[in-house]
């Protein structure tokens, strides 16, 4: 995620044009952010809509001295997916059907698939991370994941950037040993024992 001038930001909720400005710039981004996180491409458009209003609602309360813009709205889309995972299914079904389904076109759901199905690999090391605490994980994915730096991404958490690098150490290496190969395919092994 690029940058706005932090005066920009706090103007995204009262200037239809600074927020115009602001969306086009950190749209990609965030689309990125959702869909390693989603595989339903109706969900990511409605996910991307709402943490797009979330930065217009807490826009007020944006502090430069915490963070980066794009270190805000990671720390507002982090929020938004994890509510979002945590409603009941009546509310997401509901919120499904009126914000994304029927506004959806066929080039615009064709982009958002070809997107979740960019980021498949992705999804596959978030299976991984499944070993480390929500915390350590959440950072590991703000600096590994989505490009923010270990200061931006302590600042996100509300942590010392001290404490961070080392959470992300000891994530990194957890998650890395949970990526290796535990054993042998079944042909490599059954090769290996046949005498020559």
Avoid: C
């Amino acid at each position: 995620m690029t940058d706005n001038e932090p005066s920009d930001v706090a103007r995204i909720s009262t200037d239809p044009d600074v927020f115009e400005a602001f969306y086009r710039e950190h749209l990609e981004a965030v689309q990125r952010f959702v869909a390693r996180r989603v595989a339903d491409p109706h969900l990511a458009a409605d996910l991307t809509a709402d943490i797009f209003l979330a930065a217009i609602d807490a826009a007020g309360g944006y502090r430069p001295d915490r963070g980066s813009p794009a270190g805000w709205l990671t720390g507002i889309a982090r929020n938004v997916i994890g509510s979002e995972f945590r409603r009941q299914g009546r509310q997401r079904e509901l919120a499904r059907r009126v914000a994304g389904r029927r506004l959806l076109d066929a080039d615009a759901l064709a982009r958002v698939e070809e997107r979740l199905d960019a980021e498949r690999e992705t999804r596959r090391l978030y299976a991984a991370l499944d070993v480390l605490s929500r915390r350590d994980r959440a950072l590991v994915e703000m600096v590994a994941v989505d490009g923010l730096s270990v200061n931006e991404a302590a600042a996100v958490l509300g942590v010392k950037p001290g404490t961070a690098r080392v959470r992300l150490h000891r994530g990194r290496r957890l998650v890395q040993s949970h990526l290796q190969p535990t054993h042998l395919p079944v042909e490599a092994a059954v090769t290996s024992e046949v005498p020559s």
